[in-house]
């Protein structure tokens, strides 16, 4: 597997503790690394004590410091370039992006940008506790929807504009925290973990 900058690989004796728990599941390649596209949720070792605990922690941590960036513009503005220019990205003709809310990366100017590109923009939405997909035409197809984040509009959920998973090429994926090994942890919910094992293996997540 080739080293990827989208998920950073590291010998095992540099890991960060959650990843070295990766590591002792006999998870790593040939060569002492971490094959790209592992993905597991950042707490994968809930089986120890106090990981839930500790995960919390994590997500309460990231989220005030979310709270409190003062440069989320210019910081958004950047991260999204930095996406743009990974051959992932340029690759994908189908890709999956998240909609943001006002404290993550923001991603309105970004699907704009795409849809005038020619990607195929695919959003999610929930469907009964379950992450759905949907096909983008225009922001003018969003509204505001479960926890208030703009979905598609209920009318718009027709099957022609439906996208299953194993179609998108690229996942662009939210979350409250991330280690240097892709480990992610979210809103606690558990959504896109679920979500995330519906998708190929070999598909890049971001």
Known sequence: HRDRHSFPTRRSSDLPWACQRLADRSCLDRTGRIPYGLWRPLAVAEQIPDALQR????????LAA???QPHRQS???TIVAGLCQTDEYRSARVVLYYVS???EVHTLRLLAEALAD???????????????????????DLAPGHFNILEPRRELRTSDRAVSPAQVELVIV???????????????????????RR???????I
């Open 55 to 62: 995960k919390a922690e994590i997500r309460a941590a990231g």
């Open 66 to 68: 979310r709270q409190r």
């Open 75 to 77: 910081l958004s503005r």
């Open 101 to 103: 809310v006002p404290s």
């Open 118 to 140: 020619g990607k195929t923009v695919v959003v999610p939405y929930m469907e009964a506790d379950r992450i759905e997909l949907f096909r983008l035409e225009s922001l003018d």
């Open 174 to 196: 939210p979350g409250v925290g991330f280690d240097q090994c892709g480990g992610r942890v979210g809103h606690g919910k558990g959504y896109y973990d679920e979500f995330l």
């Open 199 to 205: 998708v190929r293996p070999e598909t890049p997540r």
